[in-house]
């Protein structure tokens, strides 16, 4: 949270870009990108049919990163977390069923399997969705808060010096 | 002596000046209020009875003087405990309250005089008196006794018949009466005056002029021999025109033999030019011995062409200077167009005149300071320029500079606006000095007073409380009780007693608004040669900037108690604290007022103006109060700012909750992505 009571106690509020949050974000996705090629190419050679799942049922995933051009793209990281939850458990079937591409394209023919892998996303845009309501909620109770130190330190100031400094020029 | 009164209600009097002590014990005067004797009054005066409780024998009187003219102070000081044979004895100068609501007045204090006026009491016409009487009784006896006065640096200003008493028995002379009660010649009939003094107002006739008095002898002279003031039938006018044209001797002691001892002695009294008039010394020198002075010649004869103005022909520039006063804007116009000066250089051959005149009219003259002369200032200085000896004129008013303090105190008191505007451009604007600086040999003592007009004009020209008019006022003369209305009535003459008159004044009489007004100001202002008018300028602030008015008022007031001599004001201090209400509002800082409130309140007690002042007027205090009240603004401007995008600032709030929702939704994604990852892997592996 960037609203803390001390930086309003004392100096007036500055909206500077954040440089050092966005640069740790894209460090993480590049990582992202580096630990799902490393999978991939791991699933090609041992589990084919887990990667035809993954790349189909990332779909949304994809489409969200690509939709996504906030620095960091918080959002499409939630989205493809809670996509990737709902994938890994059809990966998971795929894996029982023997790994192959044939079965993996069995299964996609199953509806369930893909209303799981969509609403595993579907379940990332909830969550933002609600986080961002909560913590507009937050941010309103701080800045209230702040507000009212802050005219207590006008009140002390009418306090010493009188309503004369309230006078603008 | 008539005596009106009969209930002998006494007075007893404040004595200024005078021996405050008789043997052992301390000298006790009274004034009989309801005993007037109006034989022995003074223009301008009324005379009481005055006992003096340790010589209740001897019968005194005292001259109640106009308390809105100075009065010959000085003079009376330097005549303390002398008693000059031929005039009367100064017993004291003092002060009492006199006339409705106590209100004080000065008086002159002398013993009964022995004989009576030189005057017919039912015409008030000079009495006759013998060709061979007049030197023994008048003229040599007068002489004398104006040489003692010569010896102490004064003149009598006062010479003439009704002024002289005659003792009834014995070979004494006539005796001098009063010159004191009034400013120098104030009261004297013009003809008694020599031309440049007559034509001056007569308060402001000035006071530094001795052969003045013997030119009063000489017309004191004639009217004795004649029997009647001579000249009576003259207006102003014709007695100025008669003067200039045929002379002092031939108007006024036309009758009288020329080559008799006393037609000798009058052409020598009665001459037009100060530096040629016989001194009182020649005049005795004469009555004893017949001892003529050495003739320093008469006037140049002027058998030239003159300078036609007005339609009249003017041959000498004493004559042209009085008829240029006349009508000035004509006067103005013949003297920028260089008519004056051409006639002065190549008519009348007076080229130090010539040259005097084109520098006054000289746009570029030095002396002016860039400024272009009015007309009434132009033809003002061109007539010094011609006639010297002359008084200044100015417009309507007519002063010698020594006189302008006089006159400026009668106009004050009529409430005469055109004679203040006039006196007081005489004196702002460098005429006085200027006239001073055309006299050929002016007398030391104007000299020196030269100083003090120089400083009166930089006062003068000032427009706050303590300076200007009243400035002028009170700066030339020192002798004038203070004139501001609320405490007029105790005849203030010596600025230490300010105080202890206010601090009546409040308890008895509290003013409503101001404490100090322009007269009192300028009293204290003119008292303690106060040069700058920072402190005061707040005395003459809006009546709705009460703050400012108090802070001058407590400045000046503890000014005035830093150099008395320690004496505590308690009720009057206490009185202050209440006033200054508006002056401790304006000290921003809370904290600090209360401490000062506080401390004012604790010197209060103690009666102390002079350490109320310091703590008050602390100019460290209100220069730290400043600069912290500003930083206070600012602060407050920031706290403003701030909240204002706390409140206001919706696409910040919105920021903020984006921003911090999707840091609550990837950390919820990221735990329920472990968890599922946990379970799909616990899954497979069991």
Known sequence: MSLNS???????????????????????????????GMAATTSLL??????????????????????????????????????????????????????????????????????????????????????????????????NHQVAQLKEQQNELVRDWGRRVLDED | MRQTGTEEAMVAIEILIGELSAGANERRLTLVPTTRLEALEQPGTEAYAIIDEHHPDRALFGLACDPRVPIRLAAADALRGQDIAGSLELIAVGRAPLGPGDTKRLLVIYPYPDGARLVTPATGQPVQIEERAIFPAVVGPV?????????????????????????????????????????????????????????????????????????????????????????ENLDHAALMRELSG???????????????????????????????RWSATEVVRWVKDRVRPPDLGGQRSMRRHGFTFLGEEHRTPKSLAMALATDPDKASQVLRKGEVTDWLRKTAGEKRLADALEAVVSPNNPDYSGR????????????????????????????????????????????????????????????????????????????????????????????????????????????????????????????????????????????????IDRHLAGFIASKLEIAESRNVVGLGAPN?????????TIWLLGTLHSRSDGRRYKSFAKWLTGRLSPVLDELHNRTDRKTIVD??????????????????????????????FAGARQRMASLRDQIATLTEDKAYRDRESRTLGNQFALAASYALLGFTLIFVAGTILS
């Open chain 1, 6 to 36: 001390e930086s309003l106690n004392s100096e007036p509020i500055e909206r500077r870009p954040r440089h050092d949050g966005d640069q740790i974000m894209k460090l993480a996705g590049y990582s992202i990108y580096v630990l799902l």
């Open chain 2, 544 to 552: 709705i900037e009460t703050d400012k008015i108090w802070r001058s």
């Open chain 1, 46 to 143: 041992f589990a084919p049919g887990e990667l035809l799942i993954a790349v189909v049922g990332m779909v949304p995933a994809a489409v969200a990163l690509f939709w996504d051009r906030s620095p960091g793209r918080r959002t499409a990281q939630c989205v493809a977390a809670m996509n990737f939850a709902g994938v890994s458990a059809i990966m998971a079937l795929a894996w029982d069923n023997g790994g192959s591409l044939a079965a993996a394209a069995e299964l996609l023919t199953n509806v369930y399997v893909w209303l799981v892998m969509l609403l595993g996303a579907a379940m990332g845009w909830v969550i933002v969705w609600l986080a961002r309501m909560v913590a507009g909620r937050v941010i309103i109770g701080v800045i």
């Open chain 2, 372 to 515: 272009r002369l009015e007309t009434p200032e132009l033809v003002s200085r061109a007539s010094i320029v011609l006639d010297a000896e002359a008084p200044i004129l100015y417009r309507g008013t007519a002063v010698r500079p020594d006189g302008i303090g006089p006159a400026l105190a009668e106009a004050e008191a009529k409430d005469d606006k055109e004679t203040i505007d006039d006196l007081m451009s005489i004196l702002k604007y460098g005429v006085a000095e200027f006239w001073i600086d055309q006299q050929t040999s002016p007398p030391a003592a104007l000299a020196e007073f030269a100083a003090t007009l120089k400083s009166a004009r930089v006062h003068a020209k000032r427009k706050a409380p303590g300076f200007g008019i009243r400035r002028a006022l009170y700066d030339l003369n020192p002798s004038l009780p203070c004139q501001a209305p609320l405490i007029r009535d105790a005849l203030i003459l010596d600025v230490d007693d300010v105080l202890p008159t206010l601090q009546d004044r409040v308890a008895s009489n509290p003013p409503n608004g101001r404490l």
């Open chain 2, 143 to 231: 002489a004398t006794t104006l040489i003692e006065w010569e010896k102490r640096g004064l003149c009598h200003g006062a010479v003439r018949p009704d002024n002289l008493f005659m003792p009834g028995s014995g070979d004494k002379g006539a005796l001098l009466g009063d010159g004191l009660s009034s400013p120098c010649g104030a009261w004297q009939p013009t003809v008694y005056e020599p031309i440049s003094r007559a034509r001056a107002t007569p308060v402001g006739r000035g006071q530094i002029d001795g052969s003045a008095d013997i030119y009063a002898l000489g017309v004191t002279a004639a009217a004795l021999l004649k029997g009647a003031t001579p000249g």
């Open chain 2, 246 to 276: 045929r002379g002092a001797v031939a108007t006024l002691a036309g009758f009288v033999d020329p080559q008799s001892s006393i037609g000798v002695a009058l052409e020598g009294m009665l001459h037009e030019t100060p530096e040629k």
């Open chain 2, 599 to 628: 401390t004012i309140a604790e010197i209060a007690v103690d009666g102390n103006l002079s350490a109320m002042a310091t703590a008050l007027l602390d100019e460290k205090l209100w220069r730290a109060d400043a600069q912290s």
